[in-house]
């Protein structure tokens, strides 16, 4: 399976990270420190996750170069406005001790207005062009080197890139699970050369162990001698996805690292379980926000 991914750009983005969502203080550091340590070169962080000041601590501890590292970071929805964006980005590079970023996400495809509490910004929610723009500037003046997007369904990501971009989305980062394995999305976004990246993986903090006792998961497992984990992290990238599993349990921050290519027949078992049910999505916050519509469905 491959240890990298080239992009548009000519780097190569390690194709498993660690995941800091969900990684409460205290417990946030240990974690990124026993992942560097078992040879993880790539952490998925953002603004939102509030954990960006002890992740970029546990990293400047570990004394491994910055240009080793592979540092994601991602744009939150308050601050959309073309005039916010690089003071977003400044917060989150001095947070993270660091002078740039690899990668920086649109995180959702959802503005809001600045300051307010889930107030729609009507404009640039319809229209995230504004915004990309300045993103594309802060790629030219070396504060992030790969810029793409997260949460966006196949109608958004044409939505965007129907303008005349400068530089293409890198990867669109967005659910990818047993219960929502999203087959249309991971044909297109292959036939458009629009790498993705697979966020609750094993299906978030709530499904863990649902998706761990699938019993072909676990048939899987015992066929090839490797934990029910590595092979869903596994599948992920057989898949041609990023894979960015979470945890803050250094045994199994250690186990996750640790992929292997599943045999064709075991693959294919395994994709087709994952297709057998009704698709269920475990992260969907368009009612906690009020949006009044499903991101995932509607096109605004
Ligand atoms: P913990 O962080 O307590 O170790 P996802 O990556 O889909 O967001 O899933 C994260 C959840 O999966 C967390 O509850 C995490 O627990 C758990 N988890 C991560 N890796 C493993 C593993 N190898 N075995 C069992 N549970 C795991």
Redesign the pocket.
Known sequence: LPSHYQLPSGHQIPSVAL?V???TPGEVGPAVTAALKAGYRHIDDAWAYRNEEEVGKAIKDSGIPRDELWLTSKLWNTFHAPEDVEEALDDSLSKLGTEYLDLYLIHWPIAFKKGSNNELDVALTADPYPTWQKLEEMVDKGKVRNIGISNFNIARVKNLTANPLKYQPAVNQVEL?FWNPQPELLAWARENGLLLEA???????NQ?KET?SVPEVKEIAGELGI???QVIISWHVQRGTVV??????PS?VQ??LQITALPEDLFDKLEAAAAAHPPKRVVNPSQSWGLGFDLFEDEW
């Open positions: 995941g969502w969900k990684a699970n966020y609750s993986p094993l299906g978030s903090n863990v761990l934990t029910p984990a960015l599993p979470k945890s803050v349990t199994r186990e996750n």
